[in-house]
């Protein structure tokens, strides 16, 4: 008997490794050589291929396919619909369906993607980022930053709890959680631990 839950209707190919604890819901498939961890949550109609990777307490919402080549961290959220790619240069009469024309795409523990964002391969989605609705990701994006729009750009940074935050002379703490943060550089933010103030 498994540890974890899918639904009647949820097809577990013979192969795939779930974690304790997780729930596989109505029309979803999950293919052999798919790892995923504990706590996960996949909705409705989702897609996990051969060889992805995803780790704990990561949420997967309706209507999402996480193709070969996306290795998701622990914590991540998948908005409803979103969607990730696999190949750069796809054509249907010169089919690149094989794991050497697979672009990996990295989305790191803690981030966010909000519904209809487009990921496209190859890319490297940062701790704790925040990629807005619809946005459509073509670059990497840093720890903490909020991207939006198409393609998307950086419109702001977020906290771990995934409140906006407001600096001040290049500091800036939390009005929710309370966590602190300072800016590196132009182009990116630390956590400031509580030795570090």
């Known amino acids: 008997m498994p540890d974890y839950y899918a639904h009647p209707t949820a097809c577990i190919d013979e192969g795939a490794v779930i974690g304790q604890g997780t729930k596989i819901w ?49 914590d991540v959220f998948c908005g409803p619909s979103m969607v990730f790619t696999n190949v750069r240069t796809p054509r249907s009469a010169f089919p690149r369906n094989t794991s050497a024309h697979y672009f990996r795409t990295l989305v790191k523990r803690g981030a966010t993607i909000g519904a209809n964002a487009t990921i496209v391969c190859g890319v490297t989605i940062g701790e704790y980022a925040f990629v807005a609705a619809g946005a459509v990701v073509t670059n990497d994006v840093a720890p903490y930053a909020i991207v939006a729009g198409i393609p998307a750009r950086l419109i702001g940074w977020a906290c771990e709890c995934g409140v906006r935050l407001t600096f001040a002379n290049d500091h800036a703490t939390c009005s929710e959680c309370k966590r602190q943060y300072r800016k590196v550089g132009e182009a990116g933010i630390a956590r400031v631990d509580d030795g570090e103030r």
């Open 26 to 74: 109505h029309f979803s498939h999950v293919m052999p050589g798919a790892v995923i961890g504990e706590r996960c949550t996949l909705g409705q109609n989702v897609f996990v291929a051969n060889g992805v990777r995803i780790g704990n307490n990561v949420k997967i919402q309706n209507n999402v396919s996480v193709y070969e080549g996306v290795i998701l961290e622990d």
